[in-house]
C-alpha cells in the first residue's frame, strides 16, 4: 500500500515570496490534516479536512496560509507571502474516516525562509 | 484546549538499558493515544495506537501504557539498542467543538550509546 506523498521535500525561498506543497493521502483515507513542525516541537496543527470540507482550520494564519483538497483526495497548502517564522517542515498525514483510526505521516515539505 | 507534555525533553542511556518515557495530557475525554518515532529529517513513523478504553498495547520491545483518569501514557522500551535513538512523539486525539483533533507533545530525543 502506497504510502501519504508529499512534495517538494526541500525549498528554499527569500521572505515575501510564495510557496506551495502538495500532498496525496493513502488511498480511501478520508480526513487530512496539515501540521507545521518547527525545529525541536511537537507538530502543530494547522488544517484538517474531511473529505473536501474544512472540518478545523483554527489555527491556520489565514492572512497568509491557505488550503484546498479540491475532489476530496490531494491537497495544496499555500503560503503567501512567507515570513522568516514560516521556515518548518509542513506534514501531511492521513487516516481512514472516524475518530480512532490510525494517523499516517508522509515525509514532510522542509521550508526555510533566508 | 487539550495539552500534551512529554518527560524528559532529551535522554541518554547506554545500550541495554530498559527506560520509560512519560507523556501527559490536560483533558481526560480522549478516544485514542497514538505514539510515533521520528527520526532527523524524516517523517513521523507510527509505533502504537491506543484506543480509550484499553490500557496497553505492545509491539516487540516497546509497551505503551495508558490511564485516561490520570492522564498519562508511557511508552516502555526494552533492551534499547543504538538503533532506537530517535525523537518520540505522544498525540492524543480528542473532540473539541470542530469534530476530532490530535495534539502532540514537544517529544523526548532519545539517544542510546554502544
Known amino acids: 500500500e502506497a504510502g501519504v506523498a508529499q512534495s517538494p521535500r526541500y525549498k528554499i525561498i527569500e521572505k515575501r515570496q510564495s510557496v506551495a506543497f502538495w500532498c496525496n493521502p493513502i488511498?480511501?483515507?478520508?480526513?487530512l490534516y496539515w501540521y507545521q513542525q518547527i525545529l525541536g516541537q511537537g507538530p502543530k496543527l494547522l488544517i484538517q479536512f474531511q473529505n473536501n470540507g474544512v472540518v478545523d482550520d483554527s489555527q491556520l494564519p489565514k492572512d497568509r496560509f491557505s488550503a484546498e483538497r479540491l475532489k476530496g483526495v490531494d491537497s495544496t497548502l499555500k503560503i503567501q507571502p512567507a515570513k522568516l517564522e514560516d521556515s518548518a517542515v509542513y506534514l501531511c498525514a492521513s487516516r481512514p474516516a472516524g475518530y480512532t483510526g490510525e494517523l499516517f505521516f508522509g515525509e514532510g515539505s522542509r521550508l526555510t525562509v533566508l | 484546549k487539550q495539552e500534551v507534555t512529554q518527560i524528559p525533553a532529551a535522554l541518554s542511556v547506554p545500550e541495554g538499558e530498559n527506560l520509560v518515557l512519560n507523556c501527559s495530557f490536560t483533558?481526560?475525554?480522549?478516544?485514542?493515544l497514538q505514539w510515533f518515532r521520528q527520526d532527523p529529517g524524516k517523517g513521523l513513523t507510527s509505533l502504537l495506537l491506543?484506543?480509550?478504553?484499553?490500557r496497553e498495547q505492545t509491539s516487540g520491545r516497546l509497551n505503551a501504557s495508558l490511564d485516561k483518569s490520570s492522564g498519562r501514557s508511557t511508552l516502555y522500551i526494552a533492551a534499547s539498542q543504538p538503533g532506537d535513538s530517535a525523537t518520540y512523539l505522544c498525540a492524543v486525539g480528542s473532540v473539541n467543538n470542530a469534530g476530532n483533533m490530535l495534539t502532540f507533545g514537544g517529544g523526548t530525543r532519545l539517544m542510546v550509546k554502544p
Open positions: 488511498s480511501g483515507h478520508a480526513t
Open positions: 491506543i484506543q480509550s478504553s484499553q
Open positions: 483533558d481526560s475525554a480522549i478516544y485514542n
